[in-house]
């Protein structure tokens, strides 16, 4: 499985965007990234997914770099309730349906 | 409509007991899945359905852990002889297996306490 590297924890501000990156150097062509978040005492959540062009929807984008080797989930203006733990996933959709392979995650504080 | 189900939410057993628990997918997803989560861990895979056949077991740690899907719908991770190292939340979810569009949905998952 390919690997992702992301932050331990990360701290903002209510109202102010968020920047969570995540770095995939060894990243195949197939290889779609997905977030994940898992919110306090609750399951994990789909966030967003990409290839290779930027994606935008009601909860947050994803940038990708040009050469794919890292990624950053944005969200544009973030409340209480975006404290989570959020993950960063490879998945290769040539194999079809497929385990998820969670790392640690980015642990995401925020600030009243 | 109604999200992926687990029950119970909460499961205390004693060492060497015998423990079900149970998963209710979204209707109509074909795919399903568990995962189980240790304190302060991101969830690990054990076992993928797809319809009523193990896909991929891997993940099980033991041959004390088994899970079956019968009707392709409903399943039920057993384990068998408890110990205090399966305490943890166990995670289960399903998906439409519709290639782009694979989501997976999880449940809240049971919390399992072996004493």
């Known amino acids: 499985d390919a690997k992702t590297t992301q932050p331990n924890s990360m701290e903002s501000n209510e109202e102010e965007p968020v920047h969570l990156p995540c770095n995939h150097s060894?990243?195949?062509?197939?290889?779609?990234i997905h977030w994940y978040r898992q919110l306090p005492s609750q399951g994990p959540e789909y966030v967003i997914h990409g290839l290779t062009s930027n994606v935008n929807n009601r909860m947050a984008s994803l940038a990708i770099a040009e050469d794919r080797k890292s990624s950053t989930l944005i969200l544009h203006r973030a409340t209480l309730r975006d404290a989570a733990v959020y993950y960063c996933i490879l998945l290769d959709r040539v194999q079809g349906a497929q385990k998820l392979v969670f790392g640690q995650g980015t642990r995401l504080t925020i600030n009243p | 409509g109604a999200g992926v189900s687990q029950t119970p939410s909460n499961k205390v057993t004693e060492k060497g007991k015998y423990v079900e628990l149970r998963c209710d997918p979204i209707?109509?997803?074909?795919?399903l899945y568990w995962y189980r989560q240790s304190l302060g861990q991101g969830p690990e895979f054990l076992i993928y359905?797809?319809?009523?056949?193990?896909?991929?077991d891997s993940g099980l740690p033991n041959d004390r852990f088994f899970a079956v899907r019968p009707e392709g719908s409903v399943s039920t991770l057993k384990i068998q002889r408890t110990e205090r190292g399966d305490s943890a939340v166990y995670l289960c979810?399903?998906?439409?297996?519709?290639?782009?569009?694979?989501?997976?949905?999880f449940g809240p998952g049971t919390r399992l306490l072996v004493l």
């Open positions: 060894t990243i195949s062509g197939t290889d779609y």
């Open positions: 359905f797809q319809g009523t056949g193990a896909a991929d």
């Open positions: 979810a399903s998906s439409a297996d519709r290639g782009l569009e694979e989501t997976q949905y």
């Open positions: 209707s109509g997803h074909t795919a």
